[in-house]
């Protein structure tokens, strides 16, 4: 079954928050999985908030991204913007091993692709934009994330595999 999960797109400066996940060692933009009983506007401030520790107002909803390739039935996110109203940048968390801003015409490498497109749709103001991301599972269709995180971490896979499977063809370049 197709999973759900929320991203934020949260600017200061006209720099975007990135974070660097402990799991795969690449920049993402925070965001992760919606609970059960919890709504897609608690997911978000809620995984902006375990993973930076900053508490953000969100302005709006920039739109919906669907990745139906991906592993265990496709992938589908809700895509915030926000800004930050209090808290302080954690040091490290159980997902995430850095926080920085970045230009976003200087995103970093290792970066997961298909953030690309959609921080240029919170840059340009968009709301409400529905997209479908071609990013095909590049491993084996039985295993799932939780899989190819093992296999990372027991050295199975190295770092160019992990940046593989993130890397999206349709985007390789912010511009």
């Not at 139906?68 to 992938?75: A, E, R, S, T, V």
């Not at 230009?103 to 497109?117: A, F, I, N, S, T």
């Not at 968009?126 to 799932?144: K, L, N």
């Not at 190295?158 to 390789?172: G, K």
Request: proline share 5%; charged share 25%.
């Amino acid at each position: 079954m197709a999973s759900l999960g929320v991203e934020v797109v949260i600017l200061m400066d006209q720099r975007v928050l990135l974070v660097l996940r402990d799991d795969f060692n690449v920049w993402a933009l925070p965001g992760g999985g919606v609970d059960p009983n919890e709504s897609l506007v608690q997911a978000a401030m809620r995984e902006v908030r375990e993973e930076t520790g900053l508490i953000v107002t969100l302005s709006r909803l920039v739109g919906f991204y669907s990745r139906p390739d991906w592993c265990n039935g496709g992938d589908n996110d809700a895509l915030y913007a926000g800004q930050p109203t209090s808290g302080r940048f954690i040091n490290e968390s159980d997902e995430v091993k850095a926080i920085g801003f970045f230009d976003p015409d200087e995103l970093p490498h290792p970066m997961v692709g298909w953030h690309r497109q959609r921080i240029r749709d919170a840059l340009s103001g968009a709301v409400g934009v529905t997209r479908t991301q071609q990013t095909p599972w590049p491993f084996d269709s039985s295993w799932s994330l939780a899989d190819v995180r093992r296999k990372f971490r027991a050295g199975e896979l190295d770092q160019d595999d992990v940046e593989a499977m993130f890397y999206s063809s349709q985007d390789s370049r912010f511009i």
